[in-house]
């Protein structure tokens, strides 16, 4: 049985495997974990389906492999390995020295041997890098399609992303016509390629930019799989995404109160069920909002929008190298400990990287709080294919005008909306600030 790295979401095109619980030779019975995997946002264990030995690991730990990669092979304990498998190449390092694997001098001596070498000079070496090139077109898990509809196997599109070779320009050698790793290592070894095109302090390259400081001390610091996919989509949404902003002061006075009498009351108890954060309370309130607003409960899907029936709630959580935003389903009608208790949990999982691709996944809009470290006002960028995100920030007191016409101070907190136009225009937008603002000024309104 051939052991294949699983889908680990809709977006998620590899993962790495950082931990082999198994080794070559064992048995292994079904719910076994074999190994654990990671992604840019999560890692899990993947468990044995079958039971039998382990006859071969092809994927070390510490390498990534493209979604449907023979990872292993698990035999029926008979000693004798499946054979119907696809064939996967690793750009792995030789075990010997490459001088070991030249060619065996020609019969005619010395001076035959000085021409042969001269007149065909050795292939550049493969790059040193721990990906994979699935050769079979019947199972095309990882190959991209080029427009000319030429496929490209993912090492071989990233050894052109290095040197910004276009990939248009080189003469596959695959199977069916496929550019493989070796076609862009030949193109690479000509040197003929273009150097990469730059514009002063747009687009530069790594050692353009380390050149503007080269008289300044400096530590490299190598971006990881969660850096890069962060990158690539908030590029992405700043450059396809029509952002527009709206910017509201709400007082929370009364906010703050609730959730004061709210924790107070949960101590009575001998185990306090939950603890309310002002951030729960406002996921409750934006999903109420949602409710009443539901032309932005939407997202954008190309040539048409998705309205959605419920309001699930993506709430940005900080992690090691990055960030993710485990969804809250259907927040409109849950209870605030619920709301409560299922946020603490999410946000522990996440800075864990154990969350489950289906609880990151999806939403309708998206919450993001930087109040707690004293932000008064920001602007969010929003993920798509979401429409909106609503960003919170830090309370304070401020003087306002009070009904009789004097002047008292209130606890007020600035939040911006930051929307899609092609789904969200302002006169919607500011429908959905205006839903908002009554839940969070009166709270009581969202326990009725």
């Known amino acids: 049985m051939n052991v294949l790295m699983p889908q680990l979401g809709e977006t998620v095109a590899e993962g790495k495997i950082t931990k082999w619980f198994k080794s070559a030779g064992d048995a292994v019975k079904p719910g076994d974990n074999l190994f654990e995997i990671e992604t840019d946002k999560v890692s899990m264990e993947v468990p044995s389906t079958t039971a039998g030995v382990l006859a071969e690991i092809r994927v070390p730990a510490g390498a990534v492999a493209p979604v449907g990669a023979i990872v292993a092979v698990i035999s029926d304990g008979a000693g004798v390995a499946p054979t119907s498998y696809d064939r996967v190449e690793i750009a792995a390092k030789p075990s010997v020295p490459p001088s070991s694997l030249s060619p065996p001098t020609p019969s005619g001596g010395a001076e035959q041997a000085s021409a042969t070498s ?3 000079p ?64 030949a193109v690479r070894a000509t040197g003929k390629h273009a150097a990469p095109a730059a514009t002063p302090l747009v687009g530069l390259i790594a050692d353009q930019v380390k050149a503007l400081y080269r008289d300044a001390p400096f530590e490299e610091l190598p ?31 009364r906010l703050l109160d609730l959730r004061e009498q709210a924790n107070a009351a949960a101590e009575w108890g001998k185990e306090p069920g939950f603890k309310l954060s002002i951030n729960d309370l406002i996921i409750k309130a934006w999903a109420m909002a949602l409710q009443r607003v539901p032309a932005a409960n939407a997202v954008w899907a190309g040539d048409r929008i998705l309205r959605f ?20 389903r259907r927040a409109e009608t849950k209870t605030l400990s619920l709301i409560a208790n299922e946020m603490k949990d999410l946000a522990a999982r996440a800075r864990a990287k154990k969350l489950k691709p289906n609880e990151y996944q999806g939403g309708s809009s998206a919450i993001s709080n930087l109040g707690m470290y004293g932000v008064r006002e920001f602007s969010a960028i929003i993920n798509p294919p979401q429409a909106t995100i609503l960003a919170v920030g830090a309370a304070r007191r401020h003087a306002v005008e009070a009904p009789n016409g004097t002047v008292a101070f ?37 326990l009725v």
């Open 122 to 185: 050795a292939s550049p070496p493969m790059k040193l890098d721990p990906f994979f090139e699935v050769r079979t077109p019947a199972r095309n898990y990882g190959p991209a399609r080029l427009p000319s509809g030429t496929f490209v196997t993912p090492l071989a599109r990233r050894l052109a992303a290095q040197d910004s070779i276009d990939l248009s320009t080189i003469a596959p050698s695959g199977l069916h016509g496929r550019i493989m790793a070796r076609d862009v290592e």
């Open 410 to 446: 209130a606890s007020v907190m600035s939040v911006t909306l930051s929307c899609d136009h092609r789904v969200v225009d302002g006169a919607l937008g500011a429908q959905l600030l205006a839903a908002f603002r009554p839940y969070v000024e009166q709270p009581v309104t969202m």
């Open 118 to 120: 001269t007149a065909a």
């Open 223 to 253: 971006l990881d799989g969660m850096h890069k996919t962060i990158a690539e989509r908030l590029t992405q949404a700043k450059q396809t995404i029509p952002h527009f902003y709206l910017t509201a002061d709400i007082e929370i006075g």
């Open 309 to 328: 029936k419920h309001s699930d709630i993506g709430v940005a959580v900080a992690i090691e190298g990055g960030l993710v935003a485990p969804v809250i």
